[in-house]
């Protein structure tokens, strides 16, 4: 059974950091694509990074390049997501993602919300 566990959210003042975790089990982690999405009130899902398996590619959404970092811990089975200099835009729930060309999992998500 696949389970992604994200943890790290929470309550942030703007301009302030926080690191998002999510660790996998049940699947054979350096075989899988990690990728973050967010989800805001109202909004759809987007897209936010991602690290590739295959060659160590990350990619940024434009709305977050240069403030937030994605990076991989295969001897952990977790991923994470760095933010810093948050902006009360980024205030949504963040999805972990484990996706391969057979396969496509999400966890349950954790909150970030950023005040003022």
């Known amino acids: 059974q696949v389970q992604l566990v994200e943890s790290g959210g929470g309550l942030v003042q703007a301009g302030g950091s926080l690191r998002l975790s999510c660790t996998a089990s049940?699947?054979?982690?350096?075989?899988?694509?990690m990728a973050w999405f967010r989800q805001a009130p109202g909004k759809e899902r987007e897209f936010v990074a991602s690290h590739v398996h295959k060659d160590g590619n990350t990619y940024y959404a434009d709305s977050v390049k240069g403030r937030f970092t994605i990076s991989r811990d295969i001897a952990k089975n977790t991923v994470y997501l760095q933010m810093n200099n948050l902006k009360l835009e980024d205030a949504a729930v963040y999805y972990c993602n484990a996706i391969s060309t057979s396969d496509d999992y999400w966890g349950q998500g954790t909150q970030v919300t950023v005040s003022s």
């Open positions: 049940g699947l054979t982690f350096n075989q899988y694509t």
